[in-house]
């Protein structure tokens, strides 16, 4: 058994030699009865209460119904359930119905979408005109890159860029970079200095599996030094760093000098899309170029609670104070058990375990002591690198943060993942 997980991923499923769509979902669907049957099917779980701190599972296998303190969760602030929002998704949805009904450019652009680029471009410190909203957080990385990079462009990445950012950059030459590793990007930079029409260089803001943040001062002048343009993805870092919840760029003070922010509306603005904000004119381009802005459907008026949220982190910093109390007292807490938190520096946390196995087992073992985390294993992180990921929220209390740290001591005890890391 064991040796399946350590054979298998998710990964293999893409594709199987001489195996059609059939065999291969059959084949897929084998891989999914073995980790239920294992108790490893911590994917896809059936939540039957709202986003929050604390969620209630149906039951299903091993897994028994009832409350878990969740910490999967990327609404950091928790503002998916701050009664303001709500309303004003309500009110959204009172005033103009339940969706857009239409494209963008087709007759879906409505002034509450208008109000949110606005709102984005203000938020950022850029002129109106500098932002575009996308239906998700993927998709600003996926189509924007895509339409704005071919096959004489060049992306130089971070290996530890999100999917959304791979996707975007299919049809283009792509470079890839030792994470958060200057030396190497240097090099490359150096390398293809007059080779490509448009270099760009793609990082993350805050990296979803490790939590760390990105030299972003560096990066930005090393890209500039080179002749290139900076593209920085901070999915996970508006709302949490940053002296007023600007995310990576206030932390570095680079906001008005990186070239393309790109960004989602599922984690601190706790509802669904994103955005890019750029030079108005490369806006204005994805504008009508960009085909899955142009041929898709606009963002229903439930968006509406997305610019209630950009205001709310002005007007409420408090939940950010109590988001890193949070974070302080939970890292504090692991790291005296001895466990592995890598270089988090973030409201992701991750307890690094590195072997598959005992991973699995670890995630098992916390759903039974009503701990809901993430087990991540390859392909999202490499393959000796396994680990229990969790996000932090401001609405997380001190006894459910005690409850899960309680927990994994006694994961540890039985399954001696501080050790494991010597
Ligand atoms: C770094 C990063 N970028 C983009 C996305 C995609 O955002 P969304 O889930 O809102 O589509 C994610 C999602 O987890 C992410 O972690």
Redesign the pocket.
Known sequence: MSNYLSNKSFKDFEDIPHMDIFQRAKSHAEYLDFLKSSGYMNYRLLVTSGCGPEVTLAADGPIKKGQYVSFVC?DYLGFTQHPEIKRAAMAGIEKYGTGAGASPLIGGYLDYHQELEDKLSDFFKRPRGSSIAYT???TS?SASLQCLLKKDDIAIVDMAV?A?VYEGIQGTTIKRFLHNNLDALERILTNVKDKYRTKMVIV?GVY?QDGDIAPLKDILTLTHQHGGILLV?D??GIGVIGDTGRGALEYFEVMDQVDIITG???KTFSN?G?YVIADPVLISYLQFQSRQYAFSAAATPAIAGVSRAIDLLDEEPHWQKKLWENIAYYRKGLKDLGLDIGTSASAIIPVKIGDVQKNCEAGKLLLECGIYTNPIMYPAVSLKDSRIRMSLMATHTQEHLDKALNAFDYVNKKLNIAKSME
């Open positions: 990327n998700t957080g993927y990385n999100h959304s993350d979803s993805d999915a996970h989602t509306f599922s669904v994103g």
